[in-house]
């Protein structure tokens, strides 16, 4: 499944006026999707210098992956 999907369906489960009109689901996700990008961009490491640094960098690029419907997120 991919993390839109998921977003669009919890905002479709949640108690908003605009969940009826043509778009809503995108429009909210939207500014979620891209606040979630730079938070997990914040924590790449300035320079890469250990295998704990190459890790994390490759878990945020699977992460940003995930986000931007590039991979499906994992069903467990």
Do not use: C, Y
Not at 30 to 51: F, G, M, N, S
């Amino acid at each position: 499944m991919k993390f839109a999907d998921l977003l669009n369906a919890a905002i479709q489960r949640a108690d908003i006026p605009l969940r009826f009109e043509p778009g809503a689901e995108e429009a909210v996700a939207k500014p979620i999707t891209e606040l979630l990008r730079a938070w997990l961009e914040a924590h790449e490491p300035a320079e890469v210098r250990t295998d704990s640094d190459r890790g994390r960098l490759a878990l945020i690029g699977e992460l940003v992956d995930e986000l931007t419907g590039a991979k499906d997120v994992p069903s467990e």
